[in-house]
């Protein structure tokens, strides 16, 4: 298992992110997408380990 989260700034770049997540990457398990303040914070366990290189080419920032 793996933990990780993004931060991006906006509703659609975060909904894009978890599609990207899913149906690209290939990430199963519990995703979470979280406001805070203007920005959106997307909290993953992920069920099989992610490669850095894979996560470095997603947008937003990593938290």
Do not use: C, H, N
Not at 15 to 36: Q, S, T, Y
Not at 38 to 63: F, H, S
């Amino acid at each position: 298992m793996q933990q990780f989260s993004f931060i991006v700034e906006d509703l659609e770049t975060a909904k894009d992110l978890v599609r990207r997540l899913w149906d690209e990457v290939g990430v199963r398990g519990e995703v979470a997408l979280v406001p805070i303040g203007d920005a959106y914070k997307i909290d993953v366990i992920a069920e099989r380990e992610v490669p850095e290189t894979v996560l470095d080419q997603l947008p937003g920032k990593r938290a």
